[in-house]
């Protein structure tokens, strides 16, 4: 399970463009411990898969599959971090809960 975690989380990084640096600096880990979560050596702990998740905008459950189509399953809307402050970028993460929120409970109600 957790090579898939660390498969899926780096294919996400990489889908978006990102830096370990920045997806590190986001998730408030070292950029040695998000490197060792990409490639397996270390689990990724529950908060930090969740706080990935909101920063990804996607599903936490994206992390736990074991497809090729991981990209896919992002949700349409990804930002990069150039010209932005942390402070924006949690706005942002906030704002892509709030959607992952919304389209949960629209299917609920679609049931």
Known sequence: MNKTIACNIKKL??????KQDEVA?????????????????????YDVIETAS???GCDMTVFF???????????????????????????????????KSYLKMDKIETR
């Open 54 to 56: 909101d920063f990804f």
């Open 65 to 99: 599959e074991e497809n090729d189509n991981v990209d896919a399953m992002i949700l349409a809307s990804t930002f990069h971090l150039d010209g932005m402050t942390a402070e924006d970028v949690v706005e942002i993460m906030r704002f892509k809960d709030i959607v």
């Open 13 to 18: 990084r990489k889908t978006v463009r990102y």
């Open 25 to 45: 600096q986001t998730l408030r880990v070292t950029t040695s411990a998000y490197s060792n979560y990409e490639s397996g050596d270390i689990e990724v702990p």
